[in-house]
């Protein structure tokens, strides 16, 4: 089961540098740099039914990176 789960992750964090844009610094970077840079960050959740926010600090440096992960990392609707 682990192995299933560690495969998983490696997938999305794989799926996630590739969406990066190529003029982004972090297009290159090692899985360590994104977690840190990316994934480990203070943030406010809200979710409802439909929808999960994520309310970022005002000083987050790599805030615009974000919603074009987000949007880009959105399931393609029929």
């Known amino acids: 089961m682990r192995l299933i ?6 997938w999305l964090m794989l799926d996630l540098r590739d969406n990066i844009p190529k003029t982004h610094a972090l297009v290159v970077a090692k899985f360590a740099t994104l977690r840190e840079k990316l994934l480990k960050i203070g943030t406010c959740v809200f979710e409802t039914a439909s ?3 994520l309310a970022l600090a005002i000083a987050c440096p790599h805030a615009g990176l974000f919603r074009h992960l987000a949007g880009a990392l959105q399931p393609a609707r029929p």
């Open 5 to 10: 789960l560690h495969t998983a992750a490696y």
């Open 51 to 53: 929808r999960i926010r």
